[in-house]
Structures are given as C-alpha cells and as structure tokens.
Nanobody
Framework: QVQLVESGGGLVQAGGSLRLSCAASGRTSTNYAMGWFRQAPGKEREFVAAISWSGGTTYYADSVKGRFTISRDNAKNTVHLQMNSLKPEDTAVYYC????????????????WGQGTQVTVSS
C-alpha cells in the first residue's frame, strides 16, 4: 500500500502561481509513475499531468501545457506540480495518483490516490 498526501493548494489571483506537492509513504520501494488530476464542481475528474518513475517521460493535458510543470524527487518520495499563469478555470480539487505502470492520462488505471488539495483562482 502507498499513501499519498497532497499539499500546497490555496487561493491565488489569476496570473499567479502555486506549487503543489504530493508526498508518498508506505510501500515506496516499488517504482511508481505519478499523475495529477483535478475535479471542478459539477465536472468529471480530468487529467492534468503525469511523470514516469525516472522522470524521463512527462505528459500534459493540452489545457495546461506550457503553464504547468510536473517533477519528482525520488529521494524524498515526492512529486510536484508547478502551476504558473493560473486561470479561473484551473479552480478545482487537485489529486495526485500513483501506479507501478505509467498509464499517463488514464485515471481508472491508477491504484493509489490522495485526498486532494483545493486550488482556487480568482479573476
């Protein structure tokens, strides 16, 4: 089992930045690919970004490409999501997810999920 805890969410004005973190604990001896997803009120969960275990492969949703950057620090069992040029439509609960296999944007394939952190972008 792997436990994931997100942090770094908050309220920010449009154009601002936030850095989300996801700390993994438990069975971290297994190599996990990581993903970030988000869910806005009344909408389905959507893919944001994913990164392979090595960090050598990253994948982004078109809506965040060029604004968000996913990275990881395997020594600290942590993955980050740097979010720049935030827009009101980025407002959502952001979740990190982990799986031994790199599934990229396929949410249903991820085995482990955090509880989420709220990001609110005001206009």
């Amino acid at each position: 089992q792997v436990q994931l805890v997100e942090s770094g969410g908050g309220l920010v004005q449009a154009g601002g930045s936030l850095r989300l973190s996801c700390a993994a604990s438990g069975r971290t001896s297994t190599n996990y690919a990581m993903g970030w997803f988000r869910q806005a009120p009344g909408k389905e969960r959507e893919f944001v970004a994913a990164i392979s275990w090595s960090g050598g492969t990253t994948y982004y949703a078109d809506s965040v490409k060029g604004r968000f950057t996913i990275s990881r620090d395997n020594a600290k069992n942590t993955v980050h999501l740097q979010m720049n040029s935030l827009k009101p439509e980025d407002t959502a609960v952001y979740y990190c997810a982990a799986d031994p296999v790199f599934y990229g944007s396929v949410a249903d394939e991820y085995d482990y999920w955090g509880q989420g952190t709220q990001v609110t972008v005001s206009s």
